[in-house]
Nanobody
Framework: LELAESGGGLVPPGGSLRLSCRSS????????IGWFRQAPGKEREAVAC????????DYVDSVKGRFTISRGNNKSAVYLHMDSLKPEDQATHYC??????????????????WGQGTQVTASS
């Protein structure tokens, strides 16, 4: 599954961004999609995940109440809307796909296909 992220950029602290994860594959709608991020010198971590039909979501505690993951109506995109961005949110953000997970939906080990990433920076 080929994935392409877009929407990253530089915003001041408190600002908002909407990341998009898109695929032209017809099977995209059957995949669980996760957003992950990696800051320099740190391990890649889960941010938010959404199941194939978009009714179940999961978030890392640090973004709850600020970020929202959703699936597009056209079934070929997943979005991550990020509000109240903080400097500690700065990282390369990746979307990834899997057909199934065990345990946590955001278990990184289950994700097979990854995009190239998009940079998010919150700085004044």
């Amino acid at each position: 599954l080929e994935l392409a992220e877009s929407g990253g950029g530089l915003v001041p602290p408190g600002g908002s961004l909407r990341l998009s994860c898109r695929s032209s594959a017809s099977t995209f709608e059957y995949h669980i999609i996760g957003w992950f991020r990696q800051a320099p010198g740190k391990e890649r971590e889960a941010v938010a995940c959404i199941n194939d039909i978009g009714v179940r979501t999961d978030y890392v505690d640090s973004v709850k109440g600020r970020f929202t993951i959703s699936r597009g109506n056209n079934k070929s995109a997943v979005y991550l809307h990020m509000d109240s961005l903080k400097p500690e949110d700065q990282a390369t953000h990746y979307c990834a796909a899997t057909r199934a997970t065990s345990g946590s939906m955001c278990n990184i080990g289950w994700y097979d296909d990854w995009g190239q990433g998009t940079q998010v920076t919150a700085s004044s």
